[in-house]
């Protein structure tokens, strides 16, 4: 880790847009070289969040610390932080080199020096001979890749990212996440990072802080996220998802007449079960396990997996994925079966019923 | 087979169209045709064919005299002098515009645009109003006690300029506001996070982006000027004779009709050679494609 990476300090930042509160009283804590992202729906608050971290919206108070230094008052081209945007906003009047080099040249270093450390950053993102490319020459991921190197040539040390592989296709996208992951681990910058794409954010992330409504829903590591969601918008916001009314009384939990045997036990009240796609099972006839008859409603084949859609008895459609693999073609449902789904009490995963 | 499936309909179907759409333009050809090219012409043949044939005796007089010289300069000099000040006043006020919010933006517009679609002449003479002896700036200057005798606004150079300016605005003020709508604000944020204070931002990456348009207005404000006729001839009062003036005076008065068509031609000549050097001047091509990134 460089001496430079800083850690963040958000406190009770707020930001209002006349009567709508875009950011509702905020609390960071980030970590010197975490990765941390900014996850949530549109209108979330996310990017004004980063936005008013790289200093471009003020907002109505709250305090920014980056190291000891309280910087919420302090312009954006004084908090020396690296930004990539999410339409990477290069210069179109400068060639990639020059794009590369505006930091340095700002921060008067001399060209020869400049010169090494540009190469030296095309090379880290692997664009070692493009330098003299104009920046209408290059494609989506190397435009991307352009953004980066600019961002952190003068070794800032925090790194904001605005959803910045939106604008790429999924293959050119995840795989740009996992050289994004390399470099986060060469580098040992603090990262803010937005996406409202929940695998980008599980994939990249050392924590995942949920957005919503202007308010810190969660933060969490990926799989405290997934496997613990604290609430029912992060369970239905974090992967695929149906929620089953449960009520405990006397300890027991139950969901219509049926008992569900949870991983942990549970003080009385109203929750709800999320039932993962992933999680559920068609019965593999273990006493262990919970179990709930189904109607098979719908069957598709998705290449790697079949998916099942089926109506429990209170109505719920939930979503099952059975891998295609060899031996398990034969059994599959067809639709109008009844069949028995089974969840291992280990993956019940019960929320506070809102 | 010679002619692969449908190959020689699906050409004839091309053909038809760009027929069509050049049967479009076939107005608009004509027009220019016959009320530019054949006048133009016309002038040419004028200033090369006196009485007594071929001669070039009327481009000869455009050197040798200096009241021509002086012409020219004077034509020169204004035209230059009003393009830097729509320049000056021009850039921050599209500046101003370009930031506003759209509907605000359109407001300001309209004010910019309003005077535009005045008569030159009504304009013209309410500059006379405001700029003579006794008239709203001199009267409001004495009695604030700025000034103890009446300035000369008008009836020579500086009210030539001060008329001339007012009308060119626009003509600077519309193609770059087209430009920097168009700038997205994210380059100067970037500019920003990279550690461009405010000016260096503006110098480094703002001004570059706006030069496309800057140069578009730039070149519009200053070829108009250079065949300005009205505002000179009322506000000038004699003391300021442009090129176009001494056409009128040599058709009118003098009904040397060579003369007159030889400064014509030097004037297109002139605007045209402009045109060059500043398409020379800024690779315009690339800049146009800077919405485009």
Request: hydrophobic share 45%; net charge negative; proline share 5%.
């Given at each position: 880790m460089p001496s430079g990476a800083l850690p963040i300090t958000v406190r009770g930042l707020v930001r209002r847009y006349g009567r709508v509160a875009a950011l509702d009283g905020i609390d960071l804590d980030v970590a010197r070289g975490e990765f941390l992202t900014l996850l949530g729906p549109s209108g979330s608050g996310k990017t004004t969040l980063l936005m008013i971290l790289a200093g471009f919206i003020r907002p109505d108070a709250g305090s920014i610390r980056f190291g000891d230094v309280?910087?919420?008052?302090?312009p954006p081209h004084k908090r020396n932080l690296g930004v990539v945007f999410q339409s990477y906003a290069l210069f179109p009047h400068m060639d990639v080199a020059a794009n590369i080099a505006f930091p340095l040249v700002l921060r008067h270093v001399g060209a020869t020096e400049t010169r090494r450390r540009v190469q030296a950053a095309l090379d880290l993102v692997q664009l070692g001979p493009l330098g003299s490319r104009r920046v209408d020459q290059l494609s989506g991921g190397q435009r991307q890749r352009v953004a980066l190197a600019r961002a952190i040539v003068f070794d800032p040390g925090i790194l904001l990212m605005d959803e910045p592989l939106s604008a790429l296709d999924k293959k050119l996208r995840e795989q740009m996440q996992i050289e994004l992951r390399h470099l986060h681990r060469r580098l040992g910058t603090t990262v803010i990072y937005v996406t409202h794409d929940q695998r980008e954010a599980l994939t990249l992330s050392d924590r995942i802080a949920v957005i919503n409504h202007g308010r810190v829903q969660q933060i969490d590591s990926p799989q405290r996220l997934y496997?613990?969601?604290?609430s029912h918008f992060v369970a239905d916001f974090i992967g695929d998802s149906t929620f089953l009314n449960i009520t405990v009384c006397d300890g027991v939990a139950r969901w219509r007449d049926l008992a569900i045997t949870t991983a942990k036990p549970m003080r009385d009240g109203r929750y709800l079960l999320v039932l993962r796609s992933e999680k559920l099972?068609?019965?593999?006839?273990?006493?262990?396990l919970n179990r709930i008859d189904a109607e098979v409603i719908e069957v598709v084949y998705q290449g790697d997996s079949v998916r099942i859609d089926a109506r429990l008895a209170g109505g719920e459609v939930v979503t099952l994925h059975e891998l295609a693999r060899a031996g398990r073609i034969a059994s599959w449902p067809s639709p109008g079966d009844h069949v028995r789904l089974a969840l291992d009490p280990a993956d019940t995963i019960l929320v506070p019923a809102p | 087979m010679t002619d692969a499936l449908n190959a020689a309909g699906i050409r004839a179907d091309a053909r038809r169209e760009r027929g069509m759409l050049a049967a479009l333009a076939i107005p608009s050809f004509l027009i220019l045709g016959t009320l530019l090219f054949v006048p133009v012409g016309w002038l040419f043949f004028l200033s090369v064919f006196g009485d007594s044939g071929f001669t070039l005796e009327n481009y000869t007089r455009m050197v040798v005299e200096p009241a021509y010289a002086s012409v020219f300069l004077t034509t020169f000099e204004l035209s230059g002098l009003v393009t830097v000040l729509a320049v000056f006043l021009g850039y921050p006020l599209s500046y101003m515009i370009a930031l506003l919010p759209p509907r605000a933006a359109s407001v300001c517009l309209t004010l910019v645009l309003v005077p535009f679609w005045t008569a030159l002449l009504v304009r013209t003479y309410a500059w006379l109003v405001l700029l003579q002896r006794r008239g709203v700036v001199n009267s409001l200057l004495m009695n604030w006690g700025v000034i103890s005798e009446p300035l000369a606004?008008?009836?020579?150079f500086t009210g030539t300029a001060i008329g001339m300016l007012h009308i060119m605005i626009p003509f600077l003020v519309l193609p770059l506001y087209a430009n920097m709508r168009a700038i997205d604000r994210v380059y100067v944020r970037a500019a920003a996070s990279l550690g461009a204070s405010p000016t260096s931002a503006f110098w480094r990456v703002y001004l570059p982006l706006s030069l496309p348009g800057l140069a578009a207005g730039t070149v519009m404000v200053f070829v108009i000027c250079l065949g300005f006729y009205v505002t000179p001839q009322f506000l000038g009062g004699g003391r300021v004779t442009t090129i176009s003036m001494k056409i009128q005076s040599n058709v009118a008065t003098y009904f040397d009709w060579g003369a007159a068509s030889a400064l014509g031609v030097a004037l297109l000549i002139i605007t045209a050679a402009v045109f060059w050097a500043f398409s020379r001047l800024l690779p315009l091509r690339r800049l146009t494609e800077i919405g485009d990134a």
């Open positions: 309280e910087m919420v008052r302090t496997e613990a969601p604290a099972m068609l019965d593999k006839d273990s006493s262990a | 606004l008008v009836y020579n």
